[in-house]
């Protein structure tokens, strides 16, 4: 087992999105047309690698090259070729949804729910911002064999995801219709149903995601790309029946992956409580209390948000009118879910968590 000392390059990593966005405003700025944008891309992949092959070679002394045992090139290409396989897995569950829909339904609905998406999806970004943050120490305390400290920082993993989830789902369910109309027009709003869905489907995707990095961790990965390629399977067939058959368009492709993933939901959990000596049933009984506080949570923020659409009473003339009641939404949320979705002790732990993940960003 090793110790991931990936948050080593989370601020170089940041840094390197805004290079990169700079070649390719440079190419489009310069008239270079696709091959300039290509350049560019190849220019920022170049730069990534080498810097984080510097990274490498400080923070890891014995990085270098050496021949390896026939065996362990064997067990190496075998080990790598089932993360090739689940990087395929996390790919196809990114962006089926939208082949899906289009071609079992119409290019036109790809485009709203594409739009409708997009703030849902910020949600994936805030969670990997913040676990990559938190697992860093993880696979040490595994490779020690320390179970008990490992299940405990699993569990803190899993609640800092919920705290998010549960701030910005609201958010965004309340304030999506606002912000599509001021981006591109309200005729692109999906509505209110399809915009929860999504946002549910984003919440199983982040919670799924968690467990599967932490069985990275483990290197026992042919069980769960197994499990993972089946329920890309059923959530594809699923999806495709709903849509194509009955016709139920965004409604049904959300329905479809949600019902396929939730295998994975089960499984995966199951397969991170045997490893770490964690029952089924204890972790069941945890996430009563936040799964009960998200729902209600999630269903008041969908009614508030057909009330204020209909009503029409908020009316903001430009992007600073709407930041203002976002953010307070935001706050006051995650203020209500921090204090009624969990206990006093999850409240510490989760602080101290948070401290822990602000030093190690400042550094």
């Known amino acids: 087992m090793g110790e991931n000392l990936g948050y080593k390059r989370m601020g170089l990593s940041a840094t390197l999105v805004y290079v990169g966005g700079g070649f390719t405003w440079l190419a489009l700025y310069l008239d270079t047309g696709i091959v300039g944008v290509a350049a560019a891309a190849l220019a920022t992949t170049l730069l990534t690698g080498i810097l984080f092959l510097l990274i490498a070679r400080i923070y890891t002394p014995w990085f270098g090259l050496a021949r390896p045992s026939f065996e362990a090139s064997r067990r190496f290409l075998g080990l790598s070729w089932w993360f090739l396989v689940w990087n395929l897995a996390m790919r196809v569950m990114k962006a089926s949804d939208a082949v899906v829909l289009g071609v079992l339904d119409s290019v036109g609905l790809v485009t709203t729910y594409a739009l409708t998406k997009y703030a849902p999806e910020t949600v994936i970004m805030f969670v990997t911002i913040v676990v990559f943050g938190i697992t860093p120490g993880l696979g040490g305390i595994i490779g020690s064999g320390n179970l008990q400290k490992a299940a405990k920082v699993r569990n803190e993993i899993m609640l800092v995801t919920w705290l998010i989830v549960t701030g910005l789902g609201p958010t965004v369910l309340l304030w999506n219709w606002a912000f599509i109309r001021l981006w591109v027009g309200a005729e692109y709003y999906a509505g209110t149903i399809p915009t929860l869905l999504m946002v549910i489907v984003v919440t199983q995707?982040?919670?799924?995601?968690n467990d599967a990095s932490i069985i990275d961790l483990t290197l026992r990965l042919r069980r769960k790309v197994l499990m993972g390629a089946l329920s890309i399977m059923l959530s594809l067939t699923?999806?495709?029946?709903?849509?194509?058959?009955?016709?139920?368009?965004?409604?049904?492709?959300?329905?479809?992956?949600i019902a396929g993933r939730s295998i994975l939901s089960i499984g995966y959990p199951i397969m991170v409580g045997r490893f770490l000596k964690v029952s089924f049933s204890s972790q069941l009984k945890g996430i009563l209390r936040p799964a009960f506080v998200t729902t209600l949570l999630f269903l008041l923020a969908s009614n508030l948000s057909d009330l204020l659409a209909e009503s029409n009473w908020f009316a903001a003339s430009g992007w600073i009118d709407f930041i203002l009641p976002v953010g307070v939404t935001f706050c006051v949320v995650s203020f209500?879910?921090?204090y009624t979705g969990l206990s006093g002790t999850q409240r510490r732990h989760i602080l101290r968590r948070v401290r822990m993940v602000v030093a190690i960003t400042q550094d």
Request: proline share 0%; hydrophobic share 70%; charged share 5%.
């Open 205 to 209: 995707f982040v919670l799924i995601r």
């Open 238 to 257: 699923a999806a495709g029946v709903l849509v194509g058959y009955f016709k139920l368009g965004i409604v049904g492709l959300c329905l479809g992956f």
């Open 336 to 338: 209500l879910a921090f």
